[in-house]
């Protein structure tokens, strides 16, 4: 890295910790509460949240692994993207005000409120290990990957001090301030993470075609490979170099990624409803709202904003597939990939695509401000689910089981170790992940294993009155063994109906919750088919929103409409 390059990313560094140690800081030497460490004191605007929603969101999971998607199987990858705008509209319409009419600090709490203190814990405690142990993880290895394959050899020389480096910086202002730290910070966070990476794209399309024009750049790539702008992939419409065996591509068809129409009505909509709903890292920042129309404000700017980001996390690894090309035969050839692009067990590593456009194609002066452009990316990421980690663990399982009559002083406190040693198991593990192909896929692949069950369990106690605690129970627990039918069931199995060769992840989902949803409702009938003593009181009032979230609601329907209509 160039003197320069250094400057720009260090005073991004400087700026961020300056922000999150400011608005830590205890004010006229007043003690955090709980409600201040894990809620930011019930004060945030809606830009705030707008902007901490996205900033939350997007890590080295989307701006490097989506990238890779990209390079992998093209613009498809986006309806993660663009449907999760429209999710979002539901969120903040249907659920959003449920969850604060019950005044909850946890996803896990509404559990309790609904069914049963013995199902809260149950869930707290798989959040906890999946946060730690797959989100947290996952976001440390892409990143610390990432700044390897920039600043180093891309073989992992530097990989553990990367990791311990984007660990430490979360760290360093997560600790002591809480929510409102990582908050305040996203806002800064998310104009870097956009502007950076928005500047990313507009370069690479400027080494595409002589001109060095960028409105050509774009038509270029458009025209070369029409087939990675199609959004509803048929079988067989895009093959993806796998790995290299024995010398010979192994290819598979994209279609099993991303398969079809269920990408509009089928599965897609359970992977963004339950991480967009029920996802404590992500809805925190609206249970932290000043009030719910400041709440669902900031939803409906976060819906916006998620229109954008394929630009930044997609587009680019188009552009490095097209700029890898055999200009003859218009395909990648695998001998031609640069250093990088293949592992050593022979899997093609797409995830690269980012890094190696930053390494080639980013100008000194400006690789700066897209390293901090990646750097917000993970270290917002690692702070938010550090924080919620913190948050489930204090709230749900020390103060509900191990210490009932704990005081403020001490909740934070137990925040704060927390969040510490969740950081410190993560950074153990992240180092041995080992080389994925494409690890935004493969996140939401398994993911899926769990997310079907627990989100036919949210959406049938909130929408179904007569939803039991067992019947809930049940539900989850079978949910399990169906979703890794999909996944373990010997290829001998071939011969029945449904077996793992033939249905793709989304449609495995698909089953996993239907299958789920109608234990569920088997068993609250068998139970007695009366309203269940907990159950939610829905009313029209509880859903009314005004045009401050209606007008700008409208103009994000509308332009998702014409996206998936033009790229269709």
Not at 85 to 95: M, P, W, Y
Not at 519 to 535: A, H, Q, T, V, Y
Request: overall charge neutral; charged content about 15%.
């Amino acid at each position: 890295m160039e003197n320069i390059d250094l400057i720009v990313f260090v005073s991004y560094c400087l700026l961020i910790l300056s922000i999150g140690l400011y608005v830590s800081r205890d004010k006229k030497g007043k003690q955090k509460t709980a409600e201040d460490y894990f809620l930011a004191g019930k004060s945030l605007p809606w830009w705030t949240i707008g902007a901490s929603l996205i900033a939350a969101n997007i890590s080295a999971e989307q701006f490097i692994g989506m990238s890779g998607s990209g390079f992998a199987l093209g613009l498809a990858i986006a309806s993660y993207e663009w449907m999760a705008a429209i999710t979002l509209l539901l969120v903040g319409k249907f659920l959003l005000p449920v969850y604060l009419e019950k005044k909850i600090f946890t996803i896990p709490e509404f559990i309790e409120k609904r069914y049963s203190k013995n199902l809260k814990t149950i869930l707290a405690v798989f959040w906890i290990a999946l946060f730690v142990f797959v989100n947290l993880t996952t976001v440390l290895y892409l990143g610390g990957k990432a700044m390897d394959t920039i600043f180093g050899s891309g073989n992992g020389d530097i990989l553990s001090y990367s990791i311990l480096l984007l660990g430490g910086f979360a760290l360093s202002y997560s600790l002591w301030g809480g929510l409102a730290s990582v908050a305040w910070t996203d806002v800064v966070q998310v104009i870097i993470l956009i502007f950076g990476g928005i500047l990313m794209t507009s370069i690479a399309l400027t080494f595409v075609t002589p001109s060095g024009d960028i409105i050509d750049g774009l038509i270029y790539v458009y025209n070369t490979v029409p087939e990675r702008f199609s959004m509803i992939l048929s079988k067989g419409e895009i093959m993806i170099p796998d790995k290299i065996v024995n010398g010979e591509i192994i290819y598979k068809d994209a279609w099993f990624d991303l398969p079809g129409i269920a990408v509009l009505i089928g599965g897609m909509w359970i992977a963004n409803t339950y991480y967009w709903g029920f996802n404590q890292y992500i809805i925190q920042r609206t249970l932290a709202a000043k009030n719910i129309r400041e709440a669902q404000k900031g939803i409906a700017f976060a819906a916006f904003l998620k229109l954008i980001i394929p630009i930044f996390v997609v587009l680019p690894g188009i552009i490095a597939y097209v700029i890898n090309m055999d200009k003859e035969t218009n395909s990648i050839i695998i001998e031609n990939l640069p250093n990088g692009f293949i592992s050593s067990d022979g899997s093609i590593l797409n995830d690269n695509a980012a890094p190696w456009l930053i390494n080639n194609y980013i100008p000194v002066g400006v690789k700066g401000l897209i390293l901090a452009a990646l750097a917000a990316a993970i270290v917002s990421s690692l702070a938010s689910m550090l924080n919620s980690t913190s948050t489930i663990f204090t709230m749900d399982i020390y103060k509900a089981i191990i210490n009932t009559n704990a005081d403020d002083r001490s909740l934070v406190r137990v925040g704060r170790i927390t969040v510490l040693i969740s950081l410190a198991v993560a950074m153990w593990i992240a180092p041995n992940l080992g080389n994925i192909g494409q690890v935004f896929i493969y996140i939401q692949e398994y993911t899926g294993v769990v997310s079907p069950g627990i989100l036919a369990v949210f959406l049938t106690g909130i929408f179904w009155k007569k939803t039991t605690n067992n019947a809930a129970i049940w539900g989850v627990l079978f949910s399990i063994p169906v979703a890794m039918y999909f996944k373990v069931a010997p290829n001998g199995w071939s011969s029945l109906p449904i077996f793992i060769n033939d249905v793709p992840f989304m449609h495995q989902m698909g089953i996993t919750f239907l299958s789920t949803a109608l234990i569920i409702f088997l068993i609250s009938f068998l139970e007695g088919n009366n309203d269940d003593p907990k159950s939610i009181n829905i009313s029209k009032k509880l859903f009314e929103t005004d045009s401050s979230f209606n007008i700008p609601a409208f103009v994000v329907l509308l332009i998702t409409t014409f996206l998936y209509a033009f790229f269709w």
